[in-house]
């Protein structure tokens, strides 16, 4: 098997730490870690569920959404459907998907951030 | 004197608790494949977030869900709880509005009317007559 040299810009600095980590706990090289997590990536995705598709497919599109704030992105099927105005027109997007999704992942561009609300006391009984 | 007159449009009756009625609400939601369920909702001031429903009810509206690192999560008394969080149409009395329904990411779930849903009907508690309704309001002079 061929080896050759990769160099990588823009990597993640944080991610990039807990990875060598990570390899050097399992006593790998870089080079094999990296080979392992490349052939993992690869064949993952007949593994997946739904739901996990399409948000690896909202994460590997995210950075191309920049630009459409408040717009909202649809994934399906692992893959991006387009980018809509408005809820109404998502739902008609949806609706003419042969066959109809059971899952969809809909994030509204820019304004979708996980937030922290309250709930008092009936939550004790769950 | 300048007044308010609430006018009940529909009126829902309260449901039987261990002791106390409680108030409910008859909500007709639809997924964004434009499917309809209609669902009696307890209305509860204490859940701050839209439309809270058990795990089978959720998976109905998966096909508008949010991407997972925008789902929400709660602060109780026992602790935080992450939700599963999806986007749906709700129509109340004749209104049409979009919201936000919710289900535990773990463990079960109720049917709930949180603040967030609340905040946007006029919504009349008539006690003595065991009935919520969602009302017009009109000022009166």
Redesign the interface.
Known sequence: MKKTTLVIKGADERKLREFKAEAVRRGLKLSEALEEAIELWLNAKPLLDE?DA??LA??RAKRQLKGHEGKYAVF?FGKMIGVFES?ED??KA??SLEP????????KIGV?????????????S? | MVGRVYIPVSCFSYAKGALYEYPTLQVKLFN???EELELELCI?T????SILLEREAY?FF?????????????????G??PMRT??A?AELSGRRM?VFVET?LY????R?AGRELLNAIVLVLDGPRREACVAHAEESA
């Open positions: 739901v399409n948000n909202y994460l399906a809820l998502v739902s949806l609706r109809k999704p059971k899952h969809a992942v809909v994030a979708d951030k996980p937030g922290e609300l309250e709930w008092w006391g009936g939550s004790i769950l | 964004l494949l434009g509860d204490g859940f701050e977030g998976e998966a096909v508008g869900e949010l991407p997972r690192e925008a789902w929400r999560r709660y602060r109780t008394l026992a935080y709880i999806a986007r149409f979009e535990p463990g079960g779930g109720k709930l």
